[in-house]
Nanobody, 127 residues
């Protein structure tokens, strides 16, 4: 059974940091590009970052650029999202998603690109 499980969410004060994890089971992440998305209350889900199969290519949405860093450890079958300098507007449910990638150095921050999704982890930024 193919499954993605996000973890690492929680409550943090503005300016704080969290590291989200996206662990895969039932398949090997080596052959997949991974994206991170989030959905704030009352808003549509938005893409924020992605990483290619090889890890050579990473992309970020403008609102998180310079604050968030995506990385992967294929030996642990896990992708991470390091989030620094968190702001109240980062409050959302965060999802990771995976797609088999024929090209090792491509990823897209596009919801329709991905076929496997996790259940999400809540991140709340508040004082």
């Amino acid at each position: 059974q193919v499954e993605l499980v996000e973890s690492g969410g929680g409550l943090v004060q503005p300016g704080g940091s969290l590291r989200l994890s996206c662990a895969a089971s039932g398949f090997t992440l080596d052959y997949y590009a991974i994206g991170w998305f989030r959905q704030a209350p009352g808003k549509e889900r938005e893409g924020i970052s992605c990483i290619s199969r090889s890890g050579d290519t990473t992309n970020y949405e403008d609102s998180v650029k310079g604050r968030f860093t995506i990385s992967r450890d294929n030996t642990k079958n896990t992708v991470y999202l390091q989030m620094n300098n968190l702001k109240p507007e980062d409050t959302a449910v965060y999802y990771c998603a995976a797609v088999p990638a024929l090209t090792s150095r491509v990823c897209r921050i596009l919801e329709s690109y991905y076929i496997h999704w996790g259940q999400g982890t809540q991140v709340t930024v508040s004082s």
